[in-house]
Nanobody, 125 residues
């Protein structure tokens, strides 16, 4: 099992930036990939970024491509999500997750088995 703790959420104005962190413990590298997901009230959970531990390659949906960047620090067993040009529509609870997704399904939440508690991101317009 992998334990995940998110941090870095908060209130920011539209156009601003935030950097989220996900610190892992336990059997971190028994999972091949990490993902960042978000869920707004009344909406389904969606992936905003995923990364392979081994290659460091990032995966993004079109909705955040060019604005969000995922990265990892292997030594610290931590994954980051840099969010720029934030919009009101980015307001949600953000979760990190760990799993073994196939490369073609990196953004699929069903591929992830360990989840953090989430951190709130609120973007004011």
């Amino acid at each position: 099992q992998v334990q995940l703790v998110e941090s870095g959420g908060g209130l920011v104005q539209a156009g601003g930036s935030l950097r989220l962190s996900c610190t892992t413990s336990g059997r971190t590298f028994s999972r091949s990939a990490m993902g960042w997901f978000r869920q707004a009230p009344g909406k389904e959970r969606e992936c905003v970024a995923a990364i392979s531990w081994s290659t460091g390659r990032g995966y993004y949906p079109d909705s955040v491509k060019g604005r969000f960047t995922i990265s990892r620090d292997i030594a610290k067993k931590t994954v980051f999500l840099q969010m720029n040009s934030l919009e009101a529509g980015d307001t949600a609870v953000y979760y990190c997750a760990a799993g073994w997704p196939l490369s073609a399904r990196m953004l699929d939440s069903r591929q992830y088995v360990d989840w953090g508690q989430g951190t709130q991101v609120t973007v004011s317009s």
